[in-house]
Every structure is written in C-alpha cells, then in structure tokens.
C-alpha cells in the first residue's frame, strides 16, 4: 500500500479549486433550469463524461474486470449515482441552490454510520457519534423557521427539496459504503467512475423521458454550463479528486472538503441573490461542525498526541 502524506500546498491548492468546482454546481444547474431542466442537463453530462473517462480508458489500456465481480457493486453504485441526482435535480426544482449544496454535503454522516455497521475498522467513537447528534441538530434547525418572503424566494416548495436534498446525501453516503466494502476498492479509479457515469446517463435519460423533463433550449448559458459540468465537474475534478485520495491522508482531505458547501452558498447568494434566514445559517453552521467531528476525528486525534508529547512535563 502506498503511504499517504499529510497535506501540502499543492494538495490545499487542489481542494481549494476542487471546492469551488463542487460548490458552485448547483448553483450552474439553477440558474439554467429555465432552459433546461436540471436531471436532463445531469443526464448529458454524465453521458458526455463516461464517453471521456471511457477515451481516457482506451488510451492507458486499462479494461473492465467484468471477471472479478465487480460489475455487480459496479451497477449498484450506478444506480446510487442515478439516484443521488435525481433527487438533487428535483430539489433544485423546489428549493434554492444554497440549500441544496448544504444538504447534500451531509452525506459523509450518513457515510460514517453505514461503515460503522459494515466495517469494524470503521467503528465511531464517542466524539464521531456526538458530531452525529449536532448534524442531525443541525438539520432539523435548518428546516424550522423559514421567513415567508425567503421561502417564495426560494422555490415552489422548499421545504419538500431540502427533504430531497438530504435523500440525495443518504445515496451519496450509500455509494461511498459501496464502493468501501465491495470489490470496487480494489478496481481502478476509471472503473468505479464509469459505471457511475453510465449509469447515470441511462437512469436519468430514462426518468427525464418518464417526467416530461426533455425540453431544452440551446442557449449560450446552456452551452456553458454543460461544458463546465462536464469537463471540469463530471470529468477532471472527479478524477483529480480520487488522484488526491490515493496520494493523500484521507482524514485530511475530509477536512478541507467543508469548504465546498461555504462556497455553494456564497455562490448561490452572490449570483442567484439567494435568500438566507438566520434558522438555515445557525443550522448549517451545526451541520458543518457535525460532519467535522466525524470525518476529521483521526486527524483531531493525531493532533491531541502531538500536543501532549510537545506539552512540558
């Protein structure tokens, strides 16, 4: 096994980029959802990005190990993907872009807790199960209390796509347990990504065609934007994403992930003139310290052991 290094400025450079790409995708497939609804404009560009992964394939020589099993885990966590964003392309019909970015970054809780049930090197601690209890705190807080001139800002029914938003961070974490505890971990990081991406592409076609979502207008915005989430979302940040996987410590990355929702309500504030209420900030705020307690335990601990052997006896 490779060993990992702790992070560098090449790596916080990269999850600073990586962040900012992840944050405002929401906030692309909003502003454009006029012209063309989000789960048809999701479906494109998973469809154009397995294209690419699957060139990318050819060109390294590398094959599907339809032997080794893995297609079986290799369709579920195409279903998953499927499911995570149809769910989020949904929601972004009922709520704001800045809702959505945060409900679906909870998704490492859900995560955490299907490992502890799966994996026993995965078990939580007491701390990762009290940043459990303040995400959770934190949801709820976030669904209370909208001011009503927000909510009509905000979507049709936002309350229903902050619920959607969430069911897409339980399929997000599902994926994660899949690919964990199946024989995806040991696949390649192509591999993994391309049955997401064409299964992406042919659930979502096929919802998009069922819910009458297949109109689109060729717009400058809609040109764009799918280029954008193709190439830099669905393509290079996924990739460069696993690249930092395999050559940093994880925990780490964890940490600096949480800028992505920090920047996906910035974003949908500064370029959508979203709305924010005080109940969905303070509850954003928990949800963010949650999920820090529970992805960054290893490191906060590593940290703790380093201070007490520094502290003068």
């Known amino acids: 096994m490779n060993q990992r290094n702790t992070i560098d400025g090449r790596a916080g450079a990269m999850m600073l980029v990586?962040?900012?790409?992840?944050?405002v995708q929401q906030v692309v497939l909003k502003a454009v959802a006029a012209d063309i609804a989000p789960i048809l404009q999701i479906a494109f560009r998973s469809g154009l990005a397995a294209?690419?992964?699957g060139a990318l394939m050819l060109i390294r020589g590398e094959r599907m190990s339809l032997h080794g099993g893995a297609w079986r885990p290799g369709i579920l966590v195409g279903v998953l993907f499927a499911m995570e964003f149809l769910l989020v392309g949904e929601?972004?019909?009922?709520?704001?872009?800045?809702?959505m970015v945060m409900f679906l970054y909870t998704a490492p809780i859900f995560a955490a807790l299907g490992l502890h049930w799966k994996l026993p090197a995965e078990r939580l601690h007491a701390m990762q199960w009290v940043g459990i209890a303040i995400a959770f705190a934190g949801i709820v807080t976030a669904f209370t209390g909208r001011n009503p001139d927000a909510v009509s800002a905000a979507g049709s029914n936002p309350l229903?796509?902050?619920?959607?938003?969430?069911?897409?961070?339980m399929a997000w974490g599902a994926t994660t347990v899949v690919v964990r505890c199946s024989r995806l971990a040991r696949a390649s990081v192509t591999e993994t990504l391309l049955y997401q991406l064409v299964g992406g592409f042919i659930l979502l076609m096929c919802a998009a065609l069922l819910?009458?979502?297949?109109?689109?207008?060729?717009?400058?915005?809609?040109?764009?934007?799918?280029?954008?989430?193709v190439v830099l979302v669905s393509f290079a940040s996924f990739l460069a994403w696993f690249w930092l996987l395999r050559h940093y410590l994880a925990s780490r990355l964890g940490v600096?992930?949480?800028?992505?929702?920090?920047?996906g309500i910035s974003f949908g504030v500064l370029l959508l003139g979203e709305p924010l209420e005080k109940n969905f900030i303070s509850g954003g705020l928990l949800v963010?310290?949650?999920?820090?307690?529970?992805?960054?335990?290893?490191w906060f601990r590593q940290l703790l052991v380093r201070y007490k052997q520094q502290r003068p006896r």
């Open 256 to 263: 600096l992930s949480f800028m992505t929702p920090l920047f």
């Open 288 to 298: 963010l310290i949650g999920i820090l307690l529970v992805s960054g335990y290893e």
């Open 18 to 23: 990586l962040c900012a790409i992840w944050g």
């Open 91 to 99: 929601g972004l019909r009922y709520t704001s872009a800045s809702h």
């Open 211 to 229: 819910l009458g979502q297949t109109g689109f207008t060729m717009t400058p915005a809609v040109w764009g934007s799918l280029i954008f989430q």
């Open 160 to 169: 229903l796509g902050d619920l959607l938003g969430v069911a897409g961070g």
């Open 51 to 53: 294209i690419m992964v």
